[in-house]
DNA sequence: TGACATATTGACTAATCAGTCTATAAATAT
DNA sequence: ATATTTATAGACTGATTAGTCAATATGTCA
């Protein structure tokens, strides 16, 4: 990845998550990234193939952090709670990243080329959990519900830290991970 | 209200959901709306005016399906399920208002001036919860967290029942609901 | 060295935008 | 009936936009 097509990147991620895919002109991002606006251009035919490249590398990014192999020796809460914690850190380190991912995964302008690029990656996280249901840890819920559950805890709890970051704690992402876990766990 | 007026708000809810503020034109809003830009601009002073009384609209509209008394008669549990409820079925049947609610609540666009017109209507809501952690019937969880996670609840139910229309029926929703309400009970 | 490809620049352009303005039409008041 | 205010229309304008283009610089390879 060259240094100045780095640089857009980064200036879009910042900027479209701040004002928006058209509240950003390519003006804004070259003066923003430090480059001319035909650099810009050389390296991405259009604004839509410059916001597609950023949701590929986010997600990509994301999926990088998340990733790492289910753990027999440990106990299937401790399992998801490692992969819960993840996605976590994840949006707290990367809060731009994460709410490009959230404020973008519908737009219209991301083709479902670059959806399918990514999607299927989570197959492998579908089946995690359904490990959990199989051996009766967790409610016997549909997988759809399960992970847009899951999904809800991660959305509450990124956004709750970024609210409120003096609140962020060892105690605190337990507690919030404890919330998560009892609505799924059985008994 | 005129009836000129409600058709630019509703062309206008539908259009910023879609393609976002700036990614809508006056003249499209107008267009939708079966009117002249004219019209749309003696109405509303300029764009930013519109999203704002679109916004208190919006708000004025989840306020008045929300509310109704806490019922002693009746357990916290059911109470704080009827409250759950009434936000997801002001989600699954008012889907664009429910996204503009959730893209637009950080938009610079809304005013400070708006949002306290709003915000403090909440706290009805929030001492209803009070109740429960006063009584030991839920977890003592420090406000701010609970918050977040009975709206994080609300978001990835309503969000996943739109995504999935043929899965809306009692007995998902309660399921919904049991996970929610699982995460907060005691014991 | 010299030839060719790639990188970078910023002035430029056609299209689009928010908002204005003038002209009427409809409603309301006196 | 007449005057005044309010509603509606759409052509128009100055500013801004995405994207182009020709010029120049830098790198690469034989």
């Known amino acids: 990845m060259n240094e100045?097509?780095?640089?857009?990147l980064d200036a879009s991620l910042k900027l479209f998550v701040e004002h928006g895919f058209h509240g950003t002109s390519t003006a804004?991002?070259?003066?923003?990234?430090?480059?001319?606006?035909g650099t810009l251009f050389?390296?991405?035919?259009?604004?839509?193939?410059?916001?597609?490249?950023?949701?590929?590398?986010?997600?990509?990014s994301l999926l990088k952090d998340i990733s790492g192999n289910?753990?027999?020796k440990k106990s299937f809460?401790?399992?998801i709670k490692e992969l819960w914690l993840k996605f976590n850190w994840f949006g707290i380190n990367n809060s731009y990243m994460f709410q490009f991912i959230l404020i973008f995964h519908t737009s219209p302008y991301i083709t479902s080329l670059t959806?399918?690029?990514?999607?299927?990656?989570?197959?492998?996280?579908?089946?995690?959990?359904?490990?959990?249901?199989e051996k009766h840890e967790i409610k016997m819920v549909y997988n759809e519900l399960l992970q847009d559950y899951f999904w809800g805890s991660?959305?509450?709890?990124?956004?709750?830290?970024?609210?409120?970051?003096?609140?962020?704690?060892?105690?605190n992402l337990n507690m919030a991970f404890e919330l998560f876990w009892d609505g799924i766990k059985i008994g």
Request: charged share 30%.
């Open 4 to 8: 100045k097509e780095q640089s857009i």
């Open 28 to 37: 804004q991002i070259a003066k923003e990234a430090g480059v001319a606006t």
């Open 42 to 60: 050389h390296y991405f035919n259009n604004k839509e193939e410059l916001i597609n490249s950023l949701y590929i590398h986010t997600k990509e």
């Open 70 to 72: 289910y753990d027999d």
């Open 77 to 79: 809460k401790q399992n």
């Open 115 to 133: 959806k399918e690029h990514l999607e299927n990656r989570y197959d492998e996280l579908v089946e995690f959990y359904m490990q959990g249901t």
């Open 154 to 171: 991660i959305y509450s709890t990124v956004t709750h830290f970024q609210k409120y970051p003096e609140k962020l704690n060892e105690k």
